[in-house]
């Protein structure tokens, strides 16, 4: 089940992209800064808005608005698709609920190659002290 974002969720502004590009990139705005209410969208079930606004994302801000750059490709159309793809690839990953973790405990082996390791860092850091150097 993909979830379609209406274009009125959507808000594009167009900028002028860093990087190479020879004089094009100091004429043509061809960077794309797309903008999603994750917050406020009327679109997003609730459990798929609270999974998104969960997540650590730098591109969230903390009114929970998503704010994607795209500025990979040279024309203006393609840096708009590419915006899109990643917004749609956002709320996707929104979309499937986190299998819970089954907590298990160690086995005999994972515990006794564990206390080895410990004896014998031990013994390592006890030959460095110092001893009767007088």
């Known amino acids: 089940m993909a979830i379609e974002i209406p274009e009125s969720e959507?808000?594009?502004?167009?900028?002028r992209a860093s990087g190479a590009g020879g004089q094009n990139v100091n004429k043509v705005a061809t960077a794309v800064e797309l903008r999603f209410d994750v917050a406020g969208s009327p679109t997003l079930p609730e459990p798929v808005r609270a999974r998104l606004l969960a997540r650590r994302d730098r591109r969230l801000t903390d009114e929970g608005v998503l704010?994607?750059?795209?500025?990979?490709?040279?024309?203006?159309?393609?840096n708009r698709q590419d915006a899109?793809?990643?917004?749609?690839a956002f709320v996707d990953a929104g979309l499937r609920a986190p299998v819970p973790r089954i907590a298990t405990r160690p086995t005999r082996g994972a515990k006794e190659r564990r206390?080895?390791?410990?004896?014998?860092?031990?013994?390592?850091?006890?030959s460095?002290?110092?001893r009767d150097w007088d």
Not at 67 to 78: L, M, P
């Open 10 to 15: 959507i808000v594009e502004r167009f900028v």
């Open 67 to 78: 704010v994607i750059q795209a500025q990979r490709f040279r024309t203006q159309e393609r």
């Open 84 to 88: 899109r793809e990643r917004l749609q």
């Open 115 to 126: 206390l080895g390791e410990k004896r014998q860092r031990s013994t390592i850091k006890q």
């Open 128 to 130: 460095r002290t110092r």
